[in-house]
Each structure stands twice: as C-alpha cells, then as structure tokens.
C-alpha cells in the first residue's frame, strides 16, 4: 500500500499538468477531483488590485471580482484491493497550493498535503456502510458566494459512515485530535541548564462528530443534525471542554436549494481561536476587528478566527464565550438562461472577560444576491451586491457595501457551470470606522490607504472545479 500511496502523490503533479483530462469512471480505474483559482487586477488606489471585507472570519466576502490570492487543489482515489466479501479498500490523496496574490510562486504559500486516507466501502456490520482513516476533508459545505464554509470537520481521525438508520436518514460518526500541538515555556529548576524547552500545556483537543443526515421532513425537504463534542486535552483551569450543534434543512425549490441553519457553539465549540487582550482601551475603539485578530491560537491564530464552526477552537475558551448563528442560502435556477443566488446570515459572538476591553457581543450582519442572465450557451453577465456590518462593544460599528459586474465565457449556463472565465469591475465603499480594517485585511496588504472611503478594482479572474460532487 505504501507503494501505490507513494505513486498517487507523485502522479499527482503531473495530472495537475493535466487537469481535467485524467478524468475516469471509478474508483477501480481511478479518478481525479481538482479546484482551481486565480486572477489578477488593477485598483484605483494604484498597483495591483485591491480586495474589500471587514476581515471577520468570513474568507473573502462577497467573492465574486473580490478574490485577490489563488488557490489549487487536485485528487486522486483508486481502490487498493477488494476483500473476497466484495468490500473495497480506497486510497485518497490530495495536494493543494495556496499563494495570497496572483502569482503562484509567491513564496507565502506552497504546495502541500491536504488530504491522505483509506477507506473501507460495503461493510456488511454496517449495513453497507463505510469506515475510513487519516487526514480528510470532511463535512464542509458552504455559502458558495461568499466562500463560507459554514460547517467544517475537517482534521486527522477516523470514522463510520452513512448507516441507514429507521429514520429514512443516514448516521455518521467521527473522531479527530484537533490542534495537536504544546505550549511551551522555560525550566530552570534543574541545576547547570538555563532556559530549558518544558512544556506548559497543550492547544490540542480531541473532538467528536455525530451526523444524522437526509432525514426525509416534507416534500422535496431533508434535515440534517450535527453534534460535536469537544475534550480538551490538557488538564489545568485554563482550558476547557465545549461544543457545538447544527440543524439545517435543504428543500429543493425553483430548480435550485434553499439551505436553512441553526447553529450554536460554546468554549472551543465556537471555532474561534486563542483570545487576544487589547492593549488599551483606545487601541481597541481604534481598531477593534486589528485587535481581536492576531496572537498564537489554533486556527491560523486569528482571535475571531474562523467562521468555520465545527473545527476545535481555542480550549481557553470557556462557557462565557458563545457563538449563535442563523443564515439562509438559496440558488434558483428557474429557466436556462436565468439563475440567482442569495443569502442572509446573522452571527453573535458572546466574547467573555478574556477579551478585555472587547468583552461583550460582536455581531455580523451580512446579506447578497447575485444574478446571472446567460445570452448565450458559453457567455453569461453576473453581478453581486453584498453587505455587511460589524457591531463592536464600545467602538463604532463598521459596514462594508461590494458591487461587481462581471462579463462571463463559461461551460454553460447554469449557475453551477464551470470552468468561468470572467472580467470583472468591482467597486465598494464603507465608513470610516472600517477604513483600518479594510486596509489591514487587503490581501494586498494596504493599498486601499489613501482611498477615503471607496475603491475600484478591474481584473480578470479563472476558476474550474471537476468531480467535486464525487469527493
């Protein structure tokens, strides 16, 4: 097995070359799943183009002509052997790039290994279920417009899945050790030595996953329930253990989905990572998005950081800090030529005493649609409005408004069509409250400096994603 793993990663360069023409049948023959993004512009403020979001978790916004790094990634699945039972072992691989520019060889990001497991399909003890093992992409679906992953389990576990169940629905179980690292500090105490490497404890969690999913409720309607429980790993009064739990219902509708959720996170349920204590009272009223981002926590060690719930958060975090969550995403696709998409979501972090002058609520109001009108079978004109606020404890609300037009050669005309290639002219404004935020969340790193309280961005922009529904 070690060979045929070896052989799938080296492979998988050379089918990146290829992309999607290395695309088979199955599992057996072996099959490939691959994303791609990337783009490049121009802004009003000079140089390259700029991006527009408050930086609040929530990826890049309202992305459409708001995208300003490139991201790639490619799989590769092939059954390593079948039992005499019929039961078929799988291996899966994954390689990703991620550059925060247009160039790929930005040196901020690299090549990695994302994904690496094997699973076992058609287990008769779990009624043709499957169990699997390793580092997986798991359970992520998202708020596609705005690039949310408004769920994510993904890490380094193992698990049983897609048990039929009395229901009509399918269960699932997983196991992951989350953010598997120490802390560490210094010690003295043994004679001749200064300054010794000792751990102090440990960022690490082991965290649960129970799904219930495609729960038949009403025509054309499934429910789906996720809970997890978190355990930090280090003992000590300052971590702590927490959860999270999520409701969604899916309806098909208007030759689209409408994807309805509830969720609500405490401790290191709420997915945010280590708090940040704001130097002052008047640096945080400045600045407070600059002031909660930051420091050494799990998830890219970003105090507000991530809107992806699910994930272990800080286990720091205890019972005084929450999250709550409502959104709605629908996509209508209601002739061939026309679709639409639009969402709402509202978000209340409950941030406790850990935060200093930040403790309080912060909420997140954000809501956008985006229309797409295809003339033809391989052109189509998309635009999006999106907007969003931040509502801080003692500092002045921000708010961010973000247009885009943008021409489209595409695949066809569904909404869901793709490879796109798309010219686009972006424009947003926001107050002055958020003009330090949009500056410091710029992937650009701060051209909209300078610009008062707008920016212009034109650019051009690919994206493509094949076998996705597959993985």
């Not at 609040?56 to 590769?76: F, M, P």
């Not at 550059?99 to 699973?119: H, I, K, R, T």
Request: charged fraction near 15%; proline fraction near 4%; aromatic fraction near 12%.
């Amino acid at each position: 097995m070690r060979n045929t793993v070896n052989l799938m990663l080296k492979g998988l360069p050379l089918a990146m070359l290829c992309l999607a023409s290395a695309a088979f049948a199955n599992d057996d023959e072996g099959q490939y799943i691959g994303y791609f993004r990337s783009g490049a512009g121009a802004s009003s403020g000079g140089g390259v183009g700029n991006c527009y979001y408050l930086g609040n978790g929530n990826g890049h916004g309202y992305r459409l002509g708001n995208e300003c790094d490139s991201y790639g990634e490619l799989g590769y699945a092939k059954t390593l052997a079948t039992s005499e039972n019929g039961v078929k072992f799988v291996g899966h691989a994954m390689i990703a790039d991620y550059s925060g520019s247009s160039f790929w060889g930005n040196n901020n990001g690299g090549l990695y290994v994302s994904q690496m497991y094997v699973e076992a399909k058609g287990i008769d003890s779990l009624a043709g279920g499957t169990a699997w093992l390793g580092e997986r992409y798991y359970e992520r679906p998202d708020i596609h417009t705005m690039d949310l992953q408004y769920i994510n389990l993904n890490g380094q576990g193992g698990g049983i899945d897609n048990i039929p169940t009395s229901t009509g629905g399918k269960f699932s179980y997983a196991i992951f050790k989350d953010n598997d690292s120490n802390v560490f500090g210094t010690n003295n105490t043994i004679p001749g030595t200064t300054n010794l490497p000792a751990s102090t404890g440990s960022n690490s969690a082991i965290r649960n996953d129970f799904l219930l999913r495609g729960i038949p409720v009403n025509p054309g309607g499934k429910l789906d329930l996720v809970f997890g429980y978190i355990s930090a790993s280090s003992s000590g009064n300052d971590r702590h253990n927490g959860f999270n739990a999520h409701l969604f219902h899916n309806q098909s509708i208007f030759g689209g989905n409408n994807t309805f959720g509830l969720q609500y996170g405490v401790g290191p349920g709420t997915g945010r990572g280590d708090p940040i204590m704001a130097a002052s009272t008047a640096a945080y009223q400045a600045n407070p998005q600059a002031v909660l981002n930051g420091g050494t926590g799990p998830n890219g060690g970003n105090g507000l950081c991530c809107n992806r719930m699910g994930l272990s958060g800080s286990t720091l975090l205890g019972s005084d800090d929450t999250r709550t969550r409502v959104f709605d995403f629908l996509v209508i696709q209601p002739t061939k030529e026309f679709s639409a998409s639009f969402d709402v979501v509202y978000q209340a972090d409950k941030l406790s005493a850990l935060y200093g002058p930040a403790q309080g609520t912060v909420t997140w109001t954000s809501f956008g649609v985006r229309p797409e009108y295809a003339f033809s079978q391989n052109f189509k004109l998309q635009a999006e409005i999106g907007y969003d606020r931040m509502s801080y404890p003692n500092a002045p609300s921000q708010n961010l408004t973000k247009v885009t037009i943008a021409p489209t050669f595409t695949f066809g005309p569904g909404f869901w069509d793709r490879p796109e290639m798309r010219l686009f002219v972006t424009h947003a404004t926001w107050n002055n409250a958020a003009t330090a935020t949009i500056a410091a969340n710029n992937y650009n790193q701060g051209n909209s400096i300078g610009m008062g309280n707008a920016g212009t961005t034109v650019g051009i922009q690919v994206e493509t994603w094949w076998n996705e529904d597959w993985w």
